[in-house]
């Protein structure tokens, strides 16, 4: 399903861009995701539930969630059923 928006942007944010349709489809698609794991981080950093939980409500790869926070020196807390299901996805 899609949904139609009109926004209008910076000209000089598109600069030397292609301008084809499925290019822009997927810069529009990759910030997105970057909104959504920089809200996720957010909510654990304020500790509204665990990355999986809030990877599952955004909508997003727990997987995704857990690397982008490495990245950001967050260490994810893990408890056993954590690393149970982490060991049982690797099975």
Known sequence: MEQEITVKIPRDWIEGL???ELTLKQIVRLGIHQYKVE???KLY???VG???YIAEQIGINK???IC???HQNIVPEA???TINEELAEWR
Do not use: H
């Open 18 to 20: 292609p301008s084809e």
């Open 50 to 52: 665990s990355l999986g």
């Open 39 to 41: 809200r996720a981080l």
């Open 68 to 70: 982008a926070a490495r």
């Open 79 to 81: 408890s056993d059923l």
């Open 63 to 65: 997987q995704d969630l």
């Open 45 to 47: 950093c304020d500790g």
